[in-house]
């Protein structure tokens, strides 16, 4: 068998576990929970088959410069789309992984938003504005989606380090939705280091590259084809570092009733002493 061969098989595998896991995901109804996902998976599932089409057309047809043009545009429009999905997936693993904990949710939503923000701008900071016109939007997707991969792995990173304070299990959705991001991320910088400085290993690469997006599909069919574990009421003691953390920020932005403090006259047992 051929590398080209087994390449494109691979590639059908990934395009049939989309399609898959788009169809266990509005299934199970899950998309009523995760929206942004679901918008993700449909765009997934429904434009590989098209941007395929234009590919192929384009190819068997190269003097109709028209089909590569649409392509182009298309595919870049795809993939800007989907960074932008990606963002709103983040928030909602982000809020699911915290509803027990509403005034931490509410709190972390404010600073999550701003660390989008944040990681926008240093990307787009480091994306050279040389290129003019068309051949600059590949250069805005990539920063798009390099500022969307940090936000992932911060996201994971978040939620292994606070499993334990947010009674959070691993075979919690939320969980591995952020594990496959993550897993997927790291794979995407993981390749652009090895193609940027081993070229000579960019297609052996090419195959751990899409063995690890298999296995992650593979990984979220699993997690949305088992039964997920019902949420129990969390139990936390009232002198709780975390039970203190959700009551203040419960009560920031809160103005609540409002108490009026004296000035003390004296030292407390001088004013006692005169009293008696």
Known sequence: MSAQTAMSMMSVAEFALWAVLGFLFWTKKLHRRFHAIGSYLVLRVASTPVLLAFLLLGNLLASQRIFMDVYFFLYWAVYIASAVFLFFVCM?????????????MKFGIVVFRWA??????????????SHRGVLLIPSVAYGLMRSVS???????????????ALRLSARDLAFGIALGLGVMSAND????????AYTSLTAPWQFV????ILATLGMWVTYCALPEPARQPIMVPANSLIFRWNEIATALGHTGTQVAVQPAGGFFPTEAENAM
């Open 92 to 104: 909602e693993v982000f809020r699911s992984a915290l509803s027990a904990f509403p005034g931490l």
């Open 116 to 129: 989008v923000l944040a990681s926008v701008i240093v990307s787009f900071s480091t994306i050279s504005f």
């Open 189 to 196: 910088f993981v390749q652009s280091l090895v193609v940027s």
């Open 209 to 212: 590259y899409e063995s690890v």
């Open 150 to 164: 940090i936000v992932e792995l911060c996201l994971l990173g978040f939620l292994c380090l606070g499993m334990n």
